[in-house]
């Protein structure tokens, strides 16, 4: 099925190509946590991450509270980024399931929200249950749904560098269908396109968190004699090479993830990792732990400084 018989087939109006507008450079930002900043404001985005949208549990309720809340925001972000995990799980579900729940994502992506979106892949987000042979198995579905041509990518906006990572790659061997890594030739890549822009401020966006502190504490119990054990599916499995790289590119300020549902800063050689926790919270349970249902309001300044704001919005079961 080719995009445009697909899009036709969920119902989906073909999306036109989009410009960022810019930005305006009012210093300050609506919530208690706001802080003063000197240098001039290049971008303010929304981050949302793992929204896991189904039609259950008031699941699109929470979603558009959520894009009401953002752009309720007195000074307005410019566009949402987000890090994957729109849908609730494509992973092991049937096609016509698969269907229903990207419906429903672009349909109030259509009716509640007015800003521009930039996606990267989540787990959540690959088609896995569907035979090999067909053409949208695995990230094709998520690239078509996402209008992208590549699950990895870079793009310039406001005077900073974004590179889109694709964190999530395919271990059908032993019965899991993904680990948190880079493919060798996406490593390549990164290598080549960090070198091509050193002279541009740059942030990382990626599903699963390259460095977090949160899995060591929650959800995976260290043992006496063998310590932790995170797992393929927790953090970037090759974060040594990754975060090597960024050393050698002190381009590098900032890095955004999702995956965890957990909100939680690392920083390490100069560069901050920040989770920002999840809009669906416990996948639209409650709190997950002591992050609640929440986004991120990002400001980046020409000086190559950032503010992130992580900011509940009011959502209860």
Same mark, same amino acid.
């Given at each position: 099925?080719?995009?445009?018989?697909?899009?036709?087939?969920?119902?989906?109006?073909?999306?036109?190509?989009?410009?960022?507008?810019?930005?305006?450079?009012?210093?300050?930002?609506?919530?208690?946590?706001?802080? %003063?900043?000197?240098?001039?404001?290049?971008?303010?985005?929304?981050?949302?991450?793992?929204?896991?949208?189904?039609?259950?549990?008031?699941?699109?309720?929470?979603?558009?509270?959520?894009?009401?809340?953002?752009?309720?925001?007195?000074?307005?972000?410019?566009?949402?980024?987000?890090?994957?995990?729109?849908?609730?799980?494509?992973?092991?579900?049937?096609?016509?399931?698969?269907?229903?729940?990207?419906?429903?994502?672009?349909?109030?992506?259509?009716?509640?929200?007015?800003?521009?979106?930039?996606?990267? %892949?989540?787990?959540?987000?690959?088609?896995?249950?569907?035979?090999?042979?067909?053409?949208?198995?695995?990230?094709?579905?998520?690239?078509?749904?996402?209008?992208?041509?590549?699950?990895?990518?870079?793009?310039?906006?406001?005077?900073?560098?974004?590179?889109?990572?694709?964190?999530?790659?395919?271990?059908?061997?032993?019965?899991?269908?993904?680990?948190?890594?880079?493919?060798?030739?996406?490593?390549?890549?990164?290598?080549?396109?960090?070198?091509?822009?050193?002279?541009?401020?740059?942030?990382?966006?990626?599903?699963?968190?390259?460095?977090?502190?949160?899995?060591?504490?929650?959800?995976?119990?260290?043992?006496?004699?063998?310590?932790?054990?995170?797992?393929?599916?927790?953090?970037?499995?090759?974060?040594?090479?990754?975060?090597?790289?960024?050393?050698?590119?002190?381009?590098?300020?900032?890095?955004?993830?999702?995956?965890?549902?957990?909100?939680?800063?690392?920083?390490?050689?100069?560069?901050?990792?920040?989770?920002?926790?999840?809009?669906?919270?416990?996948?639209?349970?409650?709190?997950?732990?002591?992050?609640?249902?929440?986004?991120?309001?990002?400001?980046?300044?020409?000086?190559?400084?950032?503010?992130?704001?992580?900011?509940?919005?009011?959502?209860?079961?």
């Amino acid at each position: 099925m080719n995009r445009r018989s697909l899009l036709k087939h969920l119902g989906i109006g073909t999306l036109s190509s989009f410009v960022l507008g810019k930005s305006s450079f009012a210093e300050t930002l609506d919530t208690p946590n706001r802080r %003063i900043k000197a240098a001039k404001r290049s971008l303010r985005f929304a981050h949302l991450t793992d929204v896991h949208m189904q039609p259950e549990l008031n699941a699109p309720k929470g979603l558009e509270t959520c894009l009401h809340h953002v752009q309720s925001q007195a000074d307005q972000p410019t566009l949402i980024i987000n890090t994957g995990d729109c849908i609730m799980d494509a992973l092991k579900q049937p096609k016509d399931r698969v269907e229903t729940q990207w419906k429903l994502w672009h349909q109030l992506m259509k009716d509640e929200n007015s800003l521009p979106i930039a996606y990267c %892949i989540g787990n959540h987000d690959c088609w896995g249950a569907g035979q090999k042979q067909d053409p949208l198995y695995g990230k094709n579905y998520a690239l078509e749904m996402m209008r992208l041509d590549k699950p990895y990518r870079s793009f310039d906006q406001a005077g900073w560098h974004f590179v889109v990572l694709d964190s999530i790659q395919p271990r059908i061997s032993d019965g899991v269908w993904y680990a948190c890594q880079l493919d060798d030739e996406q490593f390549e890549w990164l290598g080549r396109d960090l070198e091509a822009n050193k002279d541009k401020h740059t942030v990382i966006l990626s599903h699963a968190p390259i460095l977090s502190a949160a899995p060591l504490v929650v959800g995976h119990l260290g043992k006496m004699d063998t310590g932790y054990n995170l797992g393929a599916g927790a953090i970037l499995n090759d974060a040594e090479r990754v975060v090597t790289l960024f050393t050698q590119h002190p381009q590098v300020k900032l890095s955004l993830s999702g995956h965890i549902h957990l909100n939680d800063e690392v920083k390490y050689q100069g560069v901050t990792y920040i989770s920002n926790g999840a809009v669906s919270g416990n996948w639209w349970k409650g709190d997950r732990y002591a992050t609640k249902n929440g986004y991120a309001i990002v400001d980046l300044y020409e000086d190559g400084t950032f503010d992130n704001v992580y900011i509940p919005y009011g959502w209860k079961v």
